[in-house]
């Protein structure tokens, strides 16, 4: 259990409150996709009984890719899955609903190249809720626990909510309506991430970080100036910008 499982049940509480005011907030015209989608992961992991969260985009032909991870460990797991077409998140977005695995061991050669990659990263327990409104899916949560067991029911249901606020914000009234126009804003938010690996990894050597480091710091200064994170992204990988 992480650190922050340990808060009290009242600031826990208070907290998750403001997160779902923070998504109402964004919820506007012309808002930050990936903004909103690592708001969503990192929500999940600073107030559940998790470890790490992910999300998984679906781009334009129906293709799943990683967009939002509180860690390292978190995204080369979900890149394994990715690479051998197989593992619970897969599951999760193919047939539309949870997949929860308390025990990766149990059962293990199910999935024998993701339970061995999570296993090497010390994760032992997944759970994966569809991004889901209606008759559309466009991708999924997935929360990571180093500990064996299933997660507690109070921890689950507030991911789903998070996850269905999340993706009603995606899929607003304006977007459902034309959905070439959801294609190019859910392939905008993948494309743009690709920007944003390359500016991590920039970040990193000049200021002598971790990733995880760098992406904060990219992060707030995005916040901090208004402007999105792509746009950010693309000024520090042309060295038009250095933090």
Request: charged share 25%; glycine share 4%.
């Amino acid at each position: 259990m992480n650190e922050t499982t340990r808060l009290d049940e009242t600031v826990r509480l208070e907290r998750l409150f403001d997160a779902f005011a923070t998504f109402a907030d964004t919820l506007v015209a012309g808002y930050d996709v990936l903004d909103l989608l690592q708001t969503l992961v990192e929500t999940c992991h600073e107030l559940l009984d998790v470890d790490s969260a992910g999300i998984l985009l679906s781009n334009a032909h129906g293709k799943l890719e990683v967009v939002a991870s509180t860690s390292e460990a978190n995204t080369l797991v979900e890149i394994m899955q990715l690479d051998a077409d197989a593992g619970p998140c897969l599951e999760c977005f193919r047939t539309r609903a949870v997949v929860s695995v308390p025990d990766i061991d149990v059962g293990s050669s199910r999935w024998a190249d993701f339970s061995a990659t999570a296993r090497a990263q010390g994760i032992h327990s997944v759970y994966a809720i569809p991004l889901r409104l209606r008759e559309t899916t466009i991708g999924t949560l997935n929360i990571m626990r180093n500990e064996r067991g299933e997660l507690n029911q109070r921890d689950i249901r507030a991911a789903q909510a998070l996850a269905d606020v999340a993706t009603i914000g995606i899929l607003q009234e304006r977007t459902i309506r034309d959905a070439s126009t959801l294609r190019d804003q859910l392939q905008e938010a993948l494309s743009s991430r690709i920007i944003i690996e390359q500016a991590k990894g920039v970040v990193a050597e000049t200021a002598n970080v971790s990733i995880e480091a760098a992406f904060a710091l990219i992060r707030a200064h995005a916040r901090s100036h208004q402007i999105s994170l792509s746009l950010v992204a693309r000024q520090l990988v042309t060295r038009d910008l250095r933090l």
